[in-house]
């Protein structure tokens, strides 16, 4: 027994904590449980590094992406396939900023926070439509 607990912690350990990582699952949905038109539930997750994201195909017709420029230094961007369920685990802490590619100007965008994330004096820098900015700045409004 006390040599199989050792082996136990010794292998989480070794695996930095990533057994003890959580997994997040969000939906792409055409409607959400508030009302609005094509979002992701939740629109706003507080992660830590290790943990993984699940997006869910609830509804047709949506992928989740980051977009450029609006993911942490260091950190790899993820594109996922229209109508297929794509798991990421994040590593870098920062702010992540999350997408629907056809839905984005539609305002379908989600923020991931990891770890003791700041949000970049540039995180709105780059192209973003209007609705998809007043989503991001709603999502982040309590951050």
Same mark, same amino acid.
């Given at each position: 027994?006390?040599? *199989? /607990?050792?082996?136990?912690?010794? #292998? ?6 990533s057994?003890?990582?959580? *997994?997040? =699952?969000v939906?792409?949905?055409n409607?959400?449980? =508030? ?5 992701f539930?939740?629109?706003? !997750? ?13 509804d ?19 594109t ?5 369920? !794509? $798991?990421?685990? #994040?590593?870098? $802490? ?11 100007? /539609? ?10 994330? $700041? ?7 780059g ?8 989503r ?8």
């Amino acid at each position: 027994m006390i040599r *199989t /607990l050792a082996t136990s912690l010794a #292998l989480s350990a070794l695996m930095g904590g990533s057994a003890f990582a959580e *997994t997040f =699952d969000v939906k792409m949905l055409n409607k959400g449980g =508030d009302g609005e038109r094509m979002v992701f539930e939740p629109a706003f !997750i507080q992660a830590a590094p290790g943990d993984t994201i699940r997006f869910l195909a609830t509804d047709k017709g949506h992928n989740a992406e980051t977009n450029d420029g609006m993911l942490p230094e260091g950190a790899e961007g993820f594109t996922g396939r229209i109508n297929e369920e !794509i $798991e990421v685990t #994040l590593t870098e $802490e920062g702010v992540y900023g999350i997408i629907c590619k056809p839905h984005f100007a /539609l305002g379908m965008v989600m923020t991931i926070a990891v770890g003791d994330a $700041e949000i970049p004096a540039d995180f709105f820098e780059g192209r973003v439509p209007p609705k998809a900015k007043q989503r991001f700045e709603a999502q982040l409004e309590n951050f």
